[in-house]
Nanobody, 123 residues
């Protein structure tokens, strides 16, 4: 079975940084686009970032561009999300989304999901 496990969430003050990790198992990620989504309390799940498998090109939601960086280490079968200059509005459960071949900015474009990790940014 394919499993995605997020880690690295926690409580941080405004302006601080966190790095999330997504460890994949059951299938290598090297030939798939991987992504991150988030869902705040009372809101729908939204796209955060994605990284293509072909050339490691990256894509970001406007709300996080310039502050967040998605990366991947195929040898470790792991995807990362470095979050800098965090704001209160970044507070959400962050989900690793895996094994997309298309529609990288849509939840329906991903075959597998992690359980989520809570990120809380104090105002």
């Amino acid at each position: 079975q394919v499993h995605l496990v997020e880690s690295g969430g926690g409580l941080v003050q405004t302006g601080g940084s966190l790095r999330l990790s997504c460890a994949a198992s059951g299938r290598t990620i090297d030939s798939y686009t991987m992504g991150w989504f988030r869902q705040a309390l009372g809101k729908e799940r939204e796209f955060v970032a994605a990284i293509f498998w072909t050339d490691f090109s990256t894509y970001y939601a406007d709300s996080v561009r310039g502050r967040f960086t998605i990366s991947r280490d195929n040898s470790k079968n792991t995807v990362y999300l470095q979050m800098n200059s965090l704001k209160a509005e970044d507070t959400a459960v962050y989900f690793c989304a895996g094994y997309s071949r298309r529609h990288y900015a849509e939840a329906s474009g991903y075959a597998y999901w992690g359980q989520g990790t809570q990120v809380t940014v104090s105002s």
